[in-house]
């Protein structure tokens, strides 16, 4: 009957929700819980979410398990590509990474995951010493902002717009972006501990910590932003 049948779309529409939402405050036991039982549609979603969610404890074996179940999905190949560039990079392949990066940012392939995919490109080449390639794929991240396809409303693409800036040696353009970004989005974390960074490359640890606790507030246990904060604390 069509009337049983709704709620219980409803719910696993609910539990991606709820275990997206437990993902951004670092909640990982509930976001694991919420996301592991979500079928259909959003069920590519939640594999990239449970990806992240073991990226983010140190847990590679599983999120790569989780980022490949998601590659079978057409509209969720090039983020589930970046996500096992990160997971690569992250256990020191970054050449690796950078040869998958490559694949989904060919040619004038557009949108928000290919954007993510060439802000991730053009850091792995400058850590590989190739800072002279990462120049074409970070100039495209902030051609998305000065053609008008980030617009002020995108917390999102201003941060990645601020991160690039920053790995091009543009300080006060990436220190705009960031603000914008948060203008946007009080709450993203990523973008604080982007902040962060180009605040400590300025020596200003104040700000800096302020920025940190910013993104703590919202998840707790972040490891990479408690990391970040003992750097604070050791200058």
């Known amino acids: 009957?069509?009337?049983?049948?709704q709620p219980k779309a409803a719910a696993k529409a609910g539990s991606l929700a709820s275990g997206l939402a437990a993902l951004e405050a670092s909640d990982?036991?509930?976001?694991e819980g919420a996301l592991s039982g979500v079928t259909g549609s959003g069920e590519a979603d939640a594999k990239l979410a449970l990806s992240r969610a073991a990226f983010e404890q140190g847990k590679y074996q599983a999120a790569d398990k989780y980022a490949q179940a998601a590659l079978s999905s057409a509209p969720h190949k090039v983020k589930a590509t970046t996500q096992r560039a990160e997971i690569l990079a992250k256990t020191g392949k970054k050449r690796d990474a950078v040869k998958?990066?490559?694949g989904v940012t060919a040619g004038a392939a557009k949108g928000a995951d290919v954007r993510r995919a060439r802000l991730l490109l053009g850091e792995y080449l400058?850590?590989?010493g190739r800072?002279?390639?990462?120049?074409?794929?970070?100039?495209k991240v902030i051609d998305d902002y000065n053609d008008g396809t980030i617009t002020g409303q995108d917390a999102e693409g201003n941060a990645q717009v601020g991160r690039a800036a920053?790995?091009?040696?543009?300080?006060?353009?990436a220190n705009t972006a960031f603000k914008e970004s948060e203008r946007a989005d009080k709450k993203r974390v990523e973008t604080h501990l982007w902040?962060?960074?180009?605040?400590?490359?300025?020596?200003?640890?104040?700000?800096?910590?302020?920025?940190?606790?910013?993104?703590?507030?919202?998840?707790?246990?972040?490891a990479d932003a408690i990391v970040l904060l003992a750097r604070v604390k050791l200058d």
């Open 28 to 31: 990982y036991a509930a976001a």
């Open 126 to 128: 400058i850590d590989v």
């Open 131 to 139: 800072r002279a390639d990462a120049d074409d794929p970070l100039h």
């Open 166 to 173: 920053f790995l091009l040696r543009s300080p006060k353009d």
């Open 1 to 5: 009957p069509a009337g049983p049948a």
């Open 195 to 222: 902040a962060a960074e180009l605040l400590l490359d300025k020596y200003d640890a104040g700000h800096a910590e302020n920025a940190i606790k910013e993104a703590l507030a919202v998840a707790p246990k972040r």
């Open 100 to 102: 998958l990066l490559e």
